[in-house]
């Protein structure tokens, strides 16, 4: 999964249909969630499209989610999230600013907004995880 400073570099030199393809190849770049852990359990609330997040066991108290969406800016969007905690320290993850590392790519006024309702609840839930596998840890 790309760095979410590299997708940035990236993203600031495109246009707005060239961002949505962007995003889009992002998306399509996800880790395969499996269909069994597509529950309400791990669904995202609050997002017009259906949102997944599974977090899965990581390597030396590192986090991994496996995550997806039926719609493809969202599931771009879930692949910004994700490149910005995927594989860090739980720690480092409960302490980071996750909306203020998406602040950047300015997604409220470059997507509609029921494309992105759905982002302020996936980064709580990574939080939350994070959190609590900090705790344990």
């Known amino acids: 999964m790309p760095i979410l400073d590299d997708i940035l570099e ?16 992002l998306g399509r770049a996800l880790e395969p969630m499996p269909d069994a852990l597509k ?8 997002c ?5 997040v599974y977090p899965t066991p990581g390597t030396e108290g590192q986090l991994h989610f496996l995550a ?11 692949a910004l999230v994700l490149s910005a905690v995927q594989d860090r320290a739980a720690g480092e993850v409960a ?3 996750i ?19 759905g982002v302020p609840n996936m980064i709580a839930l990574v939080r939350e995880h994070a959190a609590r ?5």
Do not use: C, H
């Open 39 to 46: 529950t309400e359990a791990t669904m995202v609330r609050g």
């Open 68 to 78: 997806d969406s039926n719609a493809a800016i969202t599931k771009g969007i879930v």
């Open 10 to 25: 990236e993203y600031t030199f495109l246009d707005g249909d060239e961002r949505y393809r962007l995003l889009i190849e």
């Open 99 to 117: 909306a203020a590392a998406l602040a950047p790519f300015d997604l409220k006024n470059q997507l509609s907004s029921n494309r992105t309702q």
């Open 48 to 52: 017009s499209a259906s949102m997944w």
């Open 95 to 97: 302490a980071m600013d």
């Open 133 to 137: 596998i900090a705790a344990a840890g």
